[in-house]
């Protein structure tokens, strides 16, 4: 007997201690996120163990410096996630290409010829670029699709339809540009005043030139690729005024008005920022002007590029206007090569790109993304050995050549708030979205709200102004938020809708201690309408660059029921058509987030509130606050000292006002309105700031002399530490070799060897695919149909694919057709391999 209590007592202590390691929140109890600047050194930390993972993409020619003993240390992350691009400043986009600056000066622009922008495209030798500059790891882009990635071969295969290839054609380019600027020099306006001169054209007697804004922060990547570019644009006979500049050239390229001409072409460097199974989204992000990223940023006191078809297309893919998958497609594909032809914004190459961690130091692989890299994630699942007291600290390195981590203001409202990486890297951890794309395969899952797909009605159709609609029936009762009565109202009878669908909250904290409840919930919804609805010249509560974004968004909405038990019921004209589930989990996810479209960043009704009164009425400092970055304002920012003050002040004002929001009047009381405003005094008092959110981690430190951030643990947090872990493993295929036939014929089938294996995500090590994979090979058509081939299996890791000599046949000699390699196993992303074949 006492032999078997003696074993029941280890067995309880086992059981103890294994659920005292699973806590509530993140593995690790810290992270301390550093700034280094030099990426030489921080490569050196991680391999010494001063620190623990380098959160940017390491240059090439840095990791081939290691020797092997120091690459044994490493445990290296390789994803296909970084591009190259550049943006251009095409003012005035249309005859006779000149403009008139505020000095009165006036200059001929070059980038405002479509031909000319479009050109670029044939001088650049992007293989050039991914060979002797990315030392090999990358690939030619041609559009915002990081190549590889699922759903992406459709639109990259448009560049090759449009005749452009890796190598460019130096010899075409220089004629192209050199017959529109010769165009342009017999227009009645530039005769006389456009000439070519030696080497270079001139306009009233002064060489036509750009101004060329290139990174020197990035010494191995685009900054030698810049210089390369500059060159070949002199050799068509426009000059260039070389800007190198570090990251400051951000405010220049994003911020300045295109009509001052400060720049004209700016080298851009970009994340994936997620791992997509759909990509409609790039299109408004990267080529639609009304979202904010091209010329004149949306600003309405900018002058702005614009395209009406393309902010068409983005808008009615962001907010599910296509019924039917062949709309859907069509239109974005006819997005993406308007984008490609006005080339307002060139794509260069994609990057593989390679981040570290010290492996000794690390219990197990990290989460990532597939396709963006370490992410928020990759710090939400890190599990690392404790230190001698027994707590789990992460240590985090960022590259900064300026040495500082924060380029942007903190604001959680405005378009432009957290626009850098070094602050999403923070705060992304800190802030958990509503549903989320997961790292692995990419999947719309549900994060801080549940719903049920299968019980959502699901009936959309097109009306007669081609806009979405249903048919399914909205309550009278159920309401929307009218911001110029300041009251929600019922929509009344006889309004229809595409989709019903109902989603409630997972339970939770604020960083502050308080609740997240429907009152978040109801708040934000109607601070979107309050801030993207002008009514009248006198409103106060309205943004420019915010109505841009979030007008489109709000006008499928329909009604809303918040039902008895805490859940909503939307009636939305929303509807994805390639797959219910992203219908659903748009429709029916309830969201706590307010502002600062397309990043994570979310914080609490109180600080927007606060930060919303303190826009439109004022500050105890006299500050003159937006939530739109410019010169005459300050930008609302929740970790600027004086920004912060002015918060406090605002959030005691509320207290002592006993202030209840517009939208949350007769759903709170005025008492619990200032439990809330005095939970966040406190948070401020305590830890410096008012980036107030509801993740696993919560900001305890900024320290601004050390260029560190602390991180703690936030325990107070629906989900135990290894259920993410868990939840993300997955096997994972992988193409690792296609050899295509040497000498193919139309008279004889061609037979496609592939070799594949599979490795369990997020680990490394990899096995023979086996035959439970399939396999396929898809032929692109001439028309744009594609014609699929099952792989055959041949043994552990090996299969073929054949295209039978009968449709050989019809295919043009001499013509090159992109062949497609793909394979799965369920419902994981898929990999994805395209290859050529030419006929002979």
Not at 14 to 30: E, F, L, R, W, Y
Not at 557 to 583: C, H, I, Q, W
Not at 589 to 614: C, D, F, H, I
Request: charged share 20%.
């Amino acid at each position: 007997m006492k032999k078997v209590l003696t074993a029941l007592a280890i067995a309880l202590c086992v059981v103890s201690v294994t659920t005292a390691q699973v806590k509530n929140g993140p593995i690790v109890d810290k992270v301390i996120y550093t700034v280094s600047m030099d990426q030489s050194i921080a490569m050196k930390d991680i391999v010494e163990g001063k620190a623990d993972v380098f959160f940017q993409a390491v240059p090439a020619n840095i990791l081939r410096t290691l020797s092997e003993a120091e690459k044994a240390k490493l445990d290296i992350y390789a994803v296909p996630s970084g591009s190259w691009s550049l943006m251009l400043n095409p003012i005035p986009n249309k005859a006779p290409y000149t403009w008139t600056k505020s000095d009165g000066v006036t200059e001929f622009n070059p980038f405002a010829i479509r031909e000319v922008r479009y050109a670029l495209n044939w001088l650049i030798n992007r293989k050039k670029l991914v060979d002797e500059i990315l030392l090999g790891d990358g690939d030619p882009m041609f559009t915002p699709m990081t190549p590889g990635q699922p759903g992406t071969y459709r639109y990259n295969l448009i560049a090759s339809q449009l005749g452009m290839t890796a190598t460019g054609n130096e010899r075409k380019a220089i004629a192209d540009i050199d017959a529109a600027m010769t165009a342009a020099s017999q227009l009645p306006e530039n005769k006389g005043k456009l000439v070519k001169k030696g080497q270079f054209w001139q306009y009233n007697g002064q060489d036509v030139t750009i101004k060329f804004l290139i990174r020197v922060d990035d010494p191995t990547g685009r900054l030698p690729a810049g210089r390369y570019i500059a060159d070949q644009i002199e050799k068509a006979g426009i000059k260039v005024e070389r800007l190198e500049r570090d990251r400051s050239g951000i405010k220049i390229a994003y911020y300045s008005n295109p009509a001052d001409l400060q720049f004209h072409m700016y080298t851009e460097g970009w994340g994936a920022g997620a791992t997509r199974a759909w990509w409609d989204v790039t299109i408004s992000q990267m080529y639609a002007p009304y979202y904010g990223y091209m010329a004149g940023g949306a600003d309405p006191a900018n002058w702005n590029y614009t395209n009406d078809r393309i902010d068409e297309i983005g808008m009615k893919g962001m907010n599910g206007q296509f019924l039917t998958e062949k709309d859907y497609w069509d239109s974005n594909l006819e997005g993406t090569k308007l984008g490609i032809t006005e080339a307002c914004r060139i794509y260069l190459a994609s990057q593989l790109d390679k981040y570290v961690a010290n492996k000794a130091r690390f219990n197990s692989r990290m989460a990532y993304g597939l396709g963006d890299g370490l992410n928020g994630w990759s710090i939400r699942t890190a599990d690392v050995k404790p230190d001698a007291s027994g707590q789990k600290v992460l240590r985090v390195i960022q590259f900064s050549a300026r040495g500082s981590l924060f380029m942007s203001s903190w604001d959680p409202v405005g378009v432009d708030g957290f626009s850098d990486v070094y602050s999403g890297a923070i705060t992304d951890p800190c802030s958990d979205p509503a549903t989320f794309e997961s790292p692995n395969n990419a999947a719309d899952t549900p994060l801080r709200t549940k719903y049920d797909v299968k019980k959502a009605k699901v009936a959309p159709k097109i009306l007669a102004d081609e806009t979405m609609g249903g048919d399914i029936a909205v309550p009278a009762t159920a309401v929307l938020y009218d911001s110029a009565t300041k009251t929600w109202k019922p929509v009344g009878s006889g309004v229809t809708a595409a989709v019903e669908a109902t989603g409630s909250l997972i339970g939770g904290k604020w960083h502050n201690g308080e609740e997240i409840s429907i009152a978040d919930i109801r708040y934000n919804y109607a601070f979107q309408v309050e801030w993207a609805t002008k009514d009248g010249e006198g409103d106060k509560f309205f943004d420019d660059a915010y109505s841009s974004q979030y007008v489109p968004a709000l006008a499928p909405n329909k009604g809303f029921v918040f039902n008895k038990d805490g859940s909503l019921t939307s009636y939305v004209n929303y509807y994805f058509a390639p797959e219910m589930n992203r219908t659903v989990a748009t429709v029916a996810a309830v969201s706590v987030k307010a502002g600062n479209p397309g990043r994570q960043t979310v914080v609490s009704w109180e600080v927007y509130e606060a930060l919303a009164l303190m826009v439109a009425e004022g500050a105890k400092s006299g500050t003159v606050y937006s939530f739109t970055e410019s010169d005459a304002v300050t930008e609302v920012d929740v970790i600027a000292p004086k920004c912060v003050a002015d918060i406090k002040a605002k959030l005691e004002d509320m207290v002592a006002k006993n202030h209840v929001p517009a939208s949350l009047k007769g759903i709170i009381t005025p008492a619990q309105a200032v439990q809330r405003y005095k939970a966040t005094l406190a948070f401020i008092a305590k830890y410096g700031h008012a980036y107030v959110s509801n993740g696993p981690f919560v900001i305890s430190k900024i320290d601004t002399n050390t260029n560190s951030v602390q991180l703690d643990a936030f325990r107070d947090y629906p989900y135990k530490s290894d259920y993410w872990p868990k939840y993300f493993r997955q096997q994972i295929t992988q193409i690792d070799n296609v050899k295509a036939p040497t000498t193919p014929s139309k008279k004889v089938d061609a037979v496609f060897e592939i070799t594949a294996s599979s490795f369990v995500y997020p680990d490394t090590a990899t096995t023979p695919l086996d035959k439970k994979a399939k396999v396929e090979l898809r032929l692109q058509m001439d028309d744009g149909s594609e014609k699929v081939y099952a792989a055959k299996y041949l043994k552990p890791g090996s299969f073929s694919a054949t295209i039978p000599a009968k449709d050989l046949a019809v295919l043009k000699s001499g013509k090159s057709y992109t062949v497609v390699i793909i394979s799965s196993l369920a419902s994981e992303a898929p990999s994805v391999v395209p290859t050529s074949l030419v006929l002979f």
